[in-house]
T-cell receptor, first 117, second 116 residues
Framework: DTGVSQNPRHKITKRGQNVTFRCDPISEHNRLYWYRQTLGQGPEFLTYFQNEAQLEKSRLLSDRFSAERPKGSFSTLEIQRTEQGDSAMYLC???????????????FGSGTQLSVL | AQSVAQPEDQVNVAEGNPLTVKCTYSVSGNPYLFWYVQYPNRGLQFLLKYITGDNLVKGSYGFEAEFNKSQTSFHLKKPSALVSDSALYFCAVRLEGDNYGQNFVFGPGTRLSVLP
């Protein structure tokens, strides 16, 4: 179990630039979640995948955000035309979902800290 | 919609004293309840969960939590706090079944400071 890996750990960008983050989940996990966390707040759901299918996006998610999980393994989160309000920690989590939810437990990566100048 | 409240932004406790971090929830249906801990510049780490059964759940690092259905609470406790327990603690709720993206809803977090 190598855990959930996120890259890069930190990203500084100028307003208007595009950024892409990568998440490598625990290998046997079929679900992958993206969350955003700002200072003093809990993780806020962005989107999630079951295998390669993106099952839901938060209503709060701007259309500048897009996520993919092309082969049901790693995932990327892209933010286009970044704004200062996008500055946050972007967390990825994975889980093994077997139906019902009883045993689903999220394993988090260390996150990517985005700073938009 | 389900929600989680953590009424205290900050909890201070002296090392060796018992600690409690409070959590209340609002859901329609049977909740699954979780506690996660976050150390600086790290992701969230699982501490414990309540699914069903005994209302007192034991977890990692000597932590435990008590589920109280009538008060819709799931307070985190530890009999004797350590300085190394200082971190940010998040309570989370998951509904039974599959509710898509709102599967897990997190509280705003409570910062625990254990003073030597």
């Amino acid at each position: 179990d190598t855990g959930v890996s996120q890259n890069p750990r930190h990203k500084i960008t100028k307003r208007g630039q595009n950024v892409t983050f990568r998440c490598d989940p625990i290998s046997e996990h079929n679900r992958l979640y993206w969350y955003r966390q700002t200072l003093g707040q809990g993780p806020e759901f962005l989107t999630y995948f079951q295998n390669e299918a993106q099952l839901e996006k938060s209503r709060l998610l701007s259309d500048r955000f897009s996520a993919e999980r092309p082969k049901g393994s790693f995932s990327t989160l892209e933010i286009q035309r970044t704004e200062q309000g996008d500055s946050a920690m972007y967390l990825c989590a994975s889980s093994l979902y077997r139906g019902g939810g009883t045993n689903e437990k999220l394993f988090f990566g260390s996150g990517t800290q985005l700073s938009v100048l | 919609a389900q929600s989680v409240a953590q009424p205290e932004d900050q909890v201070n406790v002296a090392e060796g004293n018992p600690l409690t971090v409070k959590c209340t929830y609002s859901v329609s249906g049977n909740p699954y309840l979780f506690w996660y801990v976050q150390y600086p510049n790290r992701g969230l780490q699982f501490l414990l969960k309540y699914i069903t059964g005994d209302n007192l759940v034991k977890g990692s690092y000597g932590f435990e939590a008590e589920f109280n259905k009538s008060q819709t609470s799931f307070h985190l406790k530890k009999p004797s706090a350590l300085v190394s327990d200082s971190a940010l603690y998040f309570c989370a709720v998951r509904l039974e079944g599959d509710n898509y993206g709102q599967n897990f809803v997190f509280g705003p977090g409570t910062r625990l400071s254990v003073l030597p």
